[in-house]
């Protein structure tokens, strides 16, 4: 995960976050969009892979800040019914909205509140498109 400095059109410093969700520039980034539920989310889609990373504005680029040389932000988790996910949280608030871009169903973002403002994290249940090692390290 990358954090960087960015000047927009106005010269006004902008804080903008990037989680990888695969290798930099092995993909190709097809389109982005964002998370219909909160706009400071854009999610950069692949041909090959669902999403290969997001980019966070706003208030959730100020959460992932202190992340700024984390490597794996990833832990592998396991559902009630014995399925293997991978598992990204900022911190051990509750989850009050979890929700899902109609192009893929599997990364789910996580919100504290019903408004979807308050981003808490991510769980990836494609585990066959992502690389453990790359996600969690091992």
Not at 66 to 81: C, E, N, P
Request: aromatic share 12%; hydrophobic share 40%.
């Amino acid at each position: 995960m990358f954090i960087r400095e960015k000047l927009n059109n106005f010269i006004v410093t902008h804080q903008m976050g990037y989680i990888y969700l695969a290798e930099p520039y092995k993909y190709k980034i097809s389109n982005t969009d964002e998370l219909r539920q909160n706009n400071d989310i854009m999610l950069d889609f692949g041909n090959d892979l669902p999403i290969i990373g997001i980019e966070l504005a706003g208030d959730a680029a100020i959460k992932v800040k202190h992340l700024v040389d984390t490597v794996h932000i990833f832990k592998k988790a396991i559902t009630a019914d014995h399925e293997l996910f991978y598992s990204f949280r900022l911190n051990d608030k509750s989850v009050k909205q979890s929700v899902t871009h109609p192009d893929t169903a599997k990364i789910v973002f996580l919100f504290s509140d019903a408004d979807c403002l308050d981003f808490i994290g991510i769980d990836i249940y494609d585990t066959k498109s992502y690389d453990e090692s790359f996600l969690i390290g091992r």
